[in-house]
């Protein structure tokens, strides 16, 4: 599956404000909030994320279609990895240990504010040199296309996946 790349990035500006406000107020409550926003992506596909709805339903369609695609897995991946720590930060709140949830909350607002303000992802870029170690085909951007259907996606995937093993 395909993503408009600007969907996650949306997604990071919204995690990256509501991490400021957990590391600004101490509130393990809305981090946990987080890390469910962060699972719900991760596990069940960015189609189902919260921010990602959000996203297709009033900022899509306001602009220009996209110009490239990319992979779902990499900013799948990147979710899981954000859940992780807002799954450990959660813990360090409610549990008095502070440093923690603070440690945890500031790791995860430093690579969201690097996916919103840069266009960085750094969970993707984990992914996708892990895909490489492990011998897997990358495919990271489809071809322009005007509107690509779901068909067009798939075919441009599959040759994508012909040249990498070739």
């Not at 596990?43 to 959000?54: E, I, S």
């Not at 930060?89 to 440093?99: D, E, F, H, I, K």
């Not at 992802?121 to 992914?127: A, I, K, R, S, Y």
Request: hydrophobic share 50%; aromatic share 12%.
């Amino acid at each position: 599956m395909f993503v408009d790349p600007r969907g996650p990035r949306f997604g990071a500006v919204v995690t990256s404000l509501v991490l400021a406000a957990v590391l600004i107020t101490g509130n393990g409550w809305l981090l946990a909030a987080q890390a469910v926003v962060f699972g719900i992506g991760a596990f069940a596909g960015l189609r189902f994320a919260p921010y990602g709805r959000v996203f297709r339903r009033f900022v899509q369609p306001r602009l220009a279609p996209p110009r490239e695609f990319e992979a779902e897995a990499p900013p799948r991946f990147a979710q899981g990895v954000g859940f992780g720590f807002a799954l450990v930060g959660t813990v360090g709140y409610l549990t008095g240990v502070t440093a923690l949830g603070v440690v945890a909350t500031a790791f995860a607002l430093g690579a969201a504010f690097l996916n919103a303000a840069f266009d960085f992802c750094l969970g993707c870029e984990v992914h996708l040199r892990l895909v490489r170690v492990l011998g897997r085909p990358v495919v990271r951007y489809v071809p322009e296309a005007d509107v690509p259907t779901s068909q067009t996606l798939c075919a441009d995937a599959a040759q994508a996946k012909e040249k990498a093993y070739a």
